[in-house]
């Protein structure tokens, strides 16, 4: 096993076992954090598809942006909530067991689903042309950005606009008449 | 006259001055919001006057100059802004500053008193700047652009006095009905930019530019940059076509036109008879080279039959604008017609001279209406002071506004001795000549503009005679106050023939119909000869039918119930056709489909909901009595049963999600299964 | 180079632990976060086929612009919450149950 699929795999499971527990967690703070370094691996593992843009992006966008947003979301929300949800009693439930199964489906599903479809042996993916580590991608992105994708690049800053707008109308205070 | 000639940069620099004077007329006036507006804005019409004169001077029949800037780049397109002098937008651009300027002037006394008149003032500098715009830019993005904003400000100078009610119901016809042709003009664009890439009209459109460069071969219409099938030429020539005919007011979108004259007459005299519906016939110039066969046949007969048909509504109508607005529709047609067949150069003379005369026809009327509207108020009358059967005799009371009108009208007439005969003099033997090499009914198509020629002879001999002459009804009715008359004395001098030709009987020596034809002298036919001496001699007998018809004392009633006589006053019942067929129709398609909705969708929706009431009820009943009554008879294993069973309808959100996704699973697993 | 299915799996687990996360938490904020396991299980997927798609660009570029989106939704999402803690002075979607009535 080489250096690289070491280092793989122990991001992934990293990012899978973060998830699981960030899910697990009863104390809401804890699990907020824990989603923090979810996040992280799974920006490592992005780099690992040589998506070095991406990662950083995404380390920018949910820890800078998201991460913050939740807690204060939080300590907004949560001023009697707070002593009370966090110690939950964390007993077994049924809807657990429900989700559980479903979860689990589906995971068979998606995986069989993987299995089935053979993606390595994909014609596009075999002859297509593959992004080598000396490539620069963020010199292609922008290129891309500005061109090929100009028209989802505009929808995507209209829609980001009216969520903004979105978020401001719901979130202000009301006025009292 | 070295000391006018100017480098190709100042050029540019004035022709931008003359564009943007009067829009910063516009801002100062409607920031000032004060009455005093009259004097920024008539300085500013002026500065744009003599600018657009000076550019005039350099290049009338000179050079052809272009100037653009990068405007803005999407990707590896980059679209340019910029200035497109040639004789064509030079003419245009001294017309629409001179005529503005004169308009200007005589709106002082004419709008006097009006209470918000700032705003006047504000919106004719609108558009003035947009028409400007319009004839001097290099790109069609940008005269689609300063297109929309004329129709825009006239909107709002048509519904000025928008506190009557049709006057706002007229301003509200005319932007709607405008908005076809913007879709025309933005179809052809459309066409344009994905046909060769580009909006630069000196790329397009210059001798040996791309449009001419294209070729048609088996079908295909081909570009450097792009093919497509031959129709799309046709569309494209349409779509354009389809623009001019609005702002034109060409038939069936003229409706409009007849109903705008609800706004100020002055306003009437300057958009509606001089610069604005010349809109329409200038971007027919501009794109002049991509009409094919197809698009110019539809051309000239919608112009012919448009000239013919106005003409004909103008016959009997009685308000004295109307009678003006349809004769502007008909003359209209004309300069349509004289491009379909090909006269360019005869038409953009026609829209020159038309410009003046029209403008005094209405300015002249103007002062008619001004007068006794003052007469009705003095006396506190009750009358239509806009109506000629009730006026008459004006003739010694208003010499100057008779004299005036006499002159234009004969214009309008083509009489001899006048601007407009030289013009239309013009169209008539080339449209004969024209007609020569044809059959069928382009053969028609002359003496169809010779008979409605005559008619126009006939409804302007008619309006004069009814207004000058015979017995005066309104004792001590004077003249307009002289800010007024003056204007019209100068326009009156600027539709005789001296300013365009020095042989007062031959178009041909015309130094504007040689700016745009070139110089090669035309055969001297026998149409030179008999068109205009058939024309005059027959418009004369008319002129003396009309006048003992209309002109004398005791006025002969001629009958007005006649099926004729009825569907020229209702204006061919084009309004009432185009009330039945879209306005009607889509009340009754809203009210059928309103109909639809509520007996049919909601129908079937209460009964959907009443049906899973049912359901739900029955589910109730089960839940109560079957699973209850199991739970409580058997022991704790069957109660977990029964809250799973409920637990489907709590209405939280996961519960449902749960049951949603159980669902999907399980088929998937099922179906991967089998 | 590690192989495309790989990546598939673990975008698969990680899609799978979200839902879980939205199917069974009693806060909305890990519903939320729950969510953005999904989002970031596709963003994932994305990424890995773009590094055979070097012409298009197609999968980084869109991976970017879901990453945007999630945001945007985060955020509004988030207000939402804020509104529903106003207006039911909880955010336990299990005591949020006006559907019912």
Known sequence: ?177 | MDFLTFSANTLCLLSLIALVFPFSSFLVILQLKKSQGATISIFNISVSLIASLLVFINVWNSTTLQQQVEWFQVGTVSISAGILLNNLSVLMMVLVSAISLLVHIYSISYMKGDENIYKYWAYLGLFCFSMMGLVISDSLLLIYMFWELVGMSSYLLIGFWFTKDAASQAAKKAFIMNRIGDLGFLTGLMIIYSQFGTFDIGRLFNVGGLVDSASIINGFWISESASVPVIWLTIAGLAFFIGAMTKSAQFPLHTWLPDAMQGPTSVSSLIHAATMVAAGVFLLGRVYPLFDSIALNTITVVGVFTAFMAATIALTQNDIKRILAYSTISQLGFMIAAMGIGAYGESIFHLATHAFFKCLLFLAAGSVIHQLHHYKEHHSLEFNHQDIRLMGGLRKQMPIAFITMCIAAAALAGLPFTSGFLSKDAILITSFEWAEGYHGFKKLVPFVLVLTSWLTVFYIGRLIFKVFFGKSNYKGVKDAPWPMTRILLILAFFSLFPLFSVNPLSYDNSWLLQGFVPAGVKPFDIFHLLVPIIVTGISAIIVLISYKLYGGTATKQLPENGLLYRFSNRAWYLDRVYDLLFVRSITALSIISHKFDTLIVDGLVNSLAGLARIISDIIHWFDRHVVDGLVNGIASLASKTGDFARQFQTGKLQHYLITMLTLVVTFFIITYLI | MIPLSHFMIISAALFCIGLFAVLTKRNAIQILIGIEFMINAAILNFVAAGRFDRVAGGGQMFALFAIVLAAAGVAVALAIILNVYKHFRTINPDKIDTLKN
């Open chain 1, 1 to 177: 096993m080489s250096a690289e699929q070491l280092a793989f795999y122990f991001f992934a499971s990293l990012t899978l076992i973060s998830a699981l527990l960030v899910v697990c967690m009863q104390n809401l703070v804890r699990s907020i954090f824990l989603f923090f370094v979810t996040i992280f691996s799974l920006a490592a593992m992005f780099v690992f598809a040589l998506a070095d843009f991406i990662a950083v992006t995404e380390v920018v966008v949910y820890v800078g942006g998201v991460l913050v947003l939740m807690l204060f979301a939080f300590m907004l929300s949560n001023k009697e909530l707070l002593s009370g949800l966090q110690n939950i009693a964390g007993g077994f439930k049924f809807t657990h067991l429900a989700g559980l199964l479903i979860c689990g489906g589906m995971l068979f599903l998606l995986v069989s689903a993987i299995s089935a479809a053979d993606v390595v042996n994909l014609s596009w993916i075999k002859n297509g042309q593959a992004i080598s580590e000396n490539d620069n991608t963020i010199h292609q992105i922008g290129i891309h950005t500005m061109t090929r994708y100009l028209l989802p690049f505009e929808v995507v800053s209209v829609f980001l606009m009216m969520a903004l707008i979105g978020a401001a109308h719901l979130s202000r205070r009301e006025r009292r008449s």
